[in-house]
């Protein structure tokens, strides 16, 4: 059963702009702080931003002033804009529970290249 889909990724030229959608279950979205997560190749998983199920944002370093994670709890989904891509920005997106996470979900490739 899916319980995450990312969708939003492609290639951007950097300083570029993408924005990142999750649609996830309700089970795993309802009361639950959620999170982006980034792998760029030969690299671990890393987290990029988080929200709180009432709004509060957490960001990774390197993201910070450029991200910006969004939630709409009506309709179980999470959104990560992204401003001011960087070639380091390359990796592929996933989306998740920050605590009880469930299975990992295929992920959105954001490729950023001139």
């Known amino acids: 059963q899916v319980q995450l889909v990312e969708s939003g990724g492609g290639l951007v030229q950097p300083g570029g702009s993408l924005r990142l959608s999750c649609a996830a279950s309700?089970?795993?979205?309802?009361?639950?702080?959620m999170g982006w997560y980034r792998q760029a190749p030969g690299k671990q998983r890393e987290s990029v931003a988080s929200?709180?199920?009432?709004?509060?944002?957490n960001y990774a370093d390197s993201v910070k002033g450029r991200f910006t994670i969004s939630r709409d709890n009506a309709k179980n989904a999470v959104y990560l804009q992204m401003n001011s891509l960087k070639s380091d920005d390359t990796a592929v997106y996933y989306c998740?529970?920050?605590?009880?996470?469930?299975?990992w979900g295929q992920g959105t490739q954001v490729t950023v290249s001139s």
């Open positions: 998740n529970a920050v605590l009880f996470r469930s299975s």
């Open positions: 309700d089970s795993i979205f309802r009361g639950n702080a």
């Open positions: 929200i709180t199920s009432r709004g509060l944002t």
